[in-house]
């Protein structure tokens, strides 16, 4: 059986999730049903919130970061035992085969189809090393001496800098690229043929896939 070790975060929720009472948990279930797989961490809670249960926020917190063990094990039951023994090594009078606290993470593994996805597509996203925060252009004009400065026909040329603000592991990172206008040209059409091909790729698939997209 897999072992999994519940982090000191988690370990808080996870003790009041297996002892929530079933009619709480029908709740949670019921409310993570209406999950937007786009959403962030925080929009969970907000969305689980609602159900008025106590001390919910760090049940959610505790479901939520569960969430990616979903992904490489299917069988919610073992995942739940599994989970038990992690918990009970530091939590001995917790018992791991307590039929009822199984049945309760197997019964939120079961309605937390929306919250691994979530996860899978946050792994997509951030697949990269670096990820794209924010962006913007400088533009200058400088001017260009001749030997003598206080001398007539000067000439000057006009600069642009590409400002681009990234993500590298999740330090922000800053980084200027020097262009001119024959490279702002080909961007601007490199862009608009991204935005073309991927507005077309969701109207041509839209009946096949719901396309999940995350904002910044």
């Known amino acids: 059986m897999a072992k999994f070790f519940i982090p000191e975060t988690l370990s808080k929720g996870f003790l009041k999730l297996i002892n929530t009472a079933d009619r709480e948990l029908q709740l949670i279930a019921e409310a993570m049903l209406e999950f937007d797989v786009s959403a962030k961490p925080r929009d969970f809670f907000h969305l689980l919130e609602k159900t008025n249960i106590s001390d919910i926020e760090d049940i959610s917190q505790t479901i939520f970061g569960m969430g990616f063990l979903l992904i490489e094990n299917s069988d919610h039951e073992d995942l739940a035992k599994s989970l038990l023994s992690s918990y009970s090594v530091n939590n001995v009078d917790i018992d791991p085969e307590n039929p009822e606290f199984v049945r309760k993470l197997k019964y939120i593994f079961d309605h937390s189809a929306k919250v691994m996805i ?89 009946e096949l896939f719901k396309f999940i997209e995350f904002g910044n």
Do not use: W
């Open 118 to 206: 979530n996860h899978k597509a946050i792994g997509l996203y951030t697949s990269s090393k670096y990820i794209y925060r924010s962006s913007n252009l400088i533009t200058d004009i400088r001017p260009v001496f001749n030997g003598n400065v206080a001398e007539g026909g000067r000439y000057a040329m006009i600069t642009q800098q590409l400002k681009i603000v990234y993500s590298d592991n999740g330090d922000d990172q800053t980084t200027f690229i020097s262009m001119d206008l024959t490279d702002l040209n080909a961007l601007r059409s490199q862009i608009d043929r991204a935005i073309e091909k991927q507005e077309t790729l969701m109207t041509d698939c839209g």
